[in-house]
């Protein structure tokens, strides 16, 4: 069995453009998907999907860890820059996908089999809408509250919003309480048995963090994600040490050496592996294993389109530790012509069943993805009040 062909498939989704790669097999019927998205840098990913496809075409498509090991470490430079590590996840993802298909299970079922019977899915305000969950002022706490309960009135039990705003790496009191109404106004609209999230977005400084960390504890979050730079390890072992919120943090990190890092110094209680960057479902088994030796929990990133979604998933039912799957359904309204998939999603409560069918479980419609080519991403930067450059 040999891998003639890997092909990349961009589709337009507003605010990023999926990338989709196809590794097809010499045997009749037999392909894929993975995906490899990555926002703004969408042509950088699809020619790294073509350097690295001279790796492996012609391989065997059962050998996922040689073929790993090859696109990790051949080429000479490793794998763990963000643009050749997404490409490398894309392949991966793709290569379990066939190797579910071959033993006719899903792929959680390869693992060992479904270690749960349902995974609990949050939406972020909005539910995708861009505008709602990346432009909704933090001074407008009121729009917080209506939309964490339009989160609920969705079927959602757990919802993530952006109620930090960007901020200078030291500010005064203004910003802290304007963050703090506005988690105030989402408690209020949905009470305490809705589970609420706060992205500060790797804004703050570690200075910052610690202090819209420290404000928003009395509410209670299930998390609070990217309290500071992921480079800052020390200052996420300061926030986590310094707050009983837990701390969520890890979509930016891919080498398995960084995740060491931050588990062994405690720099969260959550990890948010993005597998569509840090090396496919290979390297996130591997980063799984890391964060049970330390009793970390797992909630892979997942942002992205509907393959993402299929292999957090699939991940989920294998992985004791992993807690909830981050998911996106109002981004584009053709995302279901995109994707057919084979779990199911019951409308209360937001619960995902396993899928049944082989590997990821799901089919993609090229034809459809041809209806919306590649554009532009939309551009988002931050600039602070003094010009200066600030994180978005
Ligand atoms: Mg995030």
């Known amino acids: 069995m040999k891998i003639t062909a890997i092909e990349t498939h961009v589709c337009h989704a507003r605010m990023r453009n999926w990338i989709f790669v196809k590794v097809v097999t010499d045997q009749p019927g037999l392909f894929g998907w993975g995906e490899a998205t990555l926002e703004w840098h969408t042509r950088a990913v699809a020619g790294a999907i073509e350097d690295l496809a001279e790796l492996v075409i012609g391989e065997d498509p059962r050998r996922i860890e040689h073929l790993w090991q090859m696109m990790y470490r051949q080429h000479f430079w490793h794998g763990h820059g963000i643009v050749r590590s997404t490409a490398i996840s894309g392949i991966d993802i793709a290569l379990w996908d066939i190797a579910g298909k071959i033993a006719d299970m899903p792929c959680s079922q390869l693992w060992g089999g479904p270690v749960r019977d349902w995974i609990r899915t949050y939406c972020h305000l909005g539910g995708g809408h861009l505008e709602d969950f990346y432009e909704t002022s933090v001074e407008d706490a009121r729009r917080f509250g209506d939309l964490a309960s339009k989160a609920v009135e969705d079927g959602f039990t757990a919802f993530k919003s952006m109620a930090v705003p960007p901020t200078m790496p030291v500010e005064g009191l203004r910003p802290v309480q304007l963050a703090e109404a506005c988690v105030a106004a989402m408690r209020d609209a949905v ?153 199911h999603v019951e409308p209360k409560g937001r619960l995902v069943r396993p899928n049944t069918r082989p590997g990821l479980g799901i089919e993609i419609d090229e034809a459809e993805i041809r209806k919306h080519p590649f554009q532009q991403e939309m551009p988002q930067r931050v600039f602070y009040p003094d010009g200066s450059v600030g994180d978005w």
């Not at 009470?191 to 963090?209: K, L, T």
């Not at 931050?262 to 569509?276: M, N, S, Y």
Request: aromatic residues 10%.
């Open 191 to 343: 009470g305490d048995e809705i589970d609420i999230m706060v992205d500060c977005h790797a804004r703050p400084s570690p200075a910052m963090g610690l202090q819209f960390g420290q404000a928003l504890d009395p509410y209670g979050l299930y998390f609070f994600e990217e309290p500071c730079w992921p480079e800052h390890l020390d200052g996420l072992v300061m926030i986590n040490s310094s707050i009983k919120t837990p701390v969520a943090t890890g979509e930016r990190m891919i080498a398995l050496t960084d995740f060491r890092d931050l588990f062994a110094q405690r720099g969260c209680e959550i990890c948010q592996l993005d597998i569509t960057h840090c090396g496919g479902l290979t390297a996130a088994r591997r980063i799984a294993a890391l964060a049970d030796a330390y009793g970390i929990a797992l909630a892979p990133h997942n942002p992205q389109g509907p393959v993402s979604t299929a292999a957090s998933l699939e991940f989920g039912f294998s992985q004791p530790g992993y807690v909830i799957c981050e998911t996106v359904h109002e981004d584009v309204p053709y995302r279901n012509d995109i994707v057919s998939e084979g779990f």
